[in-house]
Nanobody
Framework: QVQLVESGGGAVQAGGSLRLSCATS????????MAWFRQTPGSEREGVAA???????KYADSVRGRFTIALDNAKNTLYLQMNSLKPDDTDIYYC???????????????????WGQGTQVSVSA
């Protein structure tokens, strides 16, 4: 069982930056694929960025060039550096993980069996 705990959310003004962290614990062996999603209550969960333990990344068009995903394998921690934040980035952000030797970067919610509890990001105009 893999446990994920997000932190780093908060309230910022448009144009500001935040860095989210996701601490991973539990049984992870070999290749791991992780991702950040975000969701507005009542809406579908949207894939933001994904990464493999080998360093391959994928971004949603809406955040490419502004957000950077990184995985520190030694610390078992996933990060999302968010720059040039916009009010439209306001959401609850979730980290997700998949432990599979054949996993790849994927922004589809159903690809991930393990999820954190979410952290709120609020961007004011």
């Amino acid at each position: 069982q893999v446990q994920l705990v997000e932190s780093g959310g908060g309230a910022v003004q448009a144009g500001g930056s935040l860095r989210l962290s996701c601490a991973t614990s539990g049984a992870t062996y070999g290749r791991v694929c992780m991702a950040w999603f975000r969701q507005t209550p009542g809406s579908e969960r949207e894939g933001v960025a994904a990464i493999t333990s080998g360093g391959t990344t994928k971004y949603a068009d809406s955040v490419r060039g502004r957000f950077t995903i990184a995985l520190d394998n030694a610390k078992n921690t996933l990060y999302l550096q968010m720059n040039s934040l916009k009010p439209d980035d306001t959401d609850i952000y979730y980290c997700a993980a998949r432990n599979n030797p054949f996993c790849s970067v994927n922004l589809t919610q159903s690809a991930y069996p393990y999820w954190g509890q979410g952290t709120q990001v609020s961007v004011s105009a």
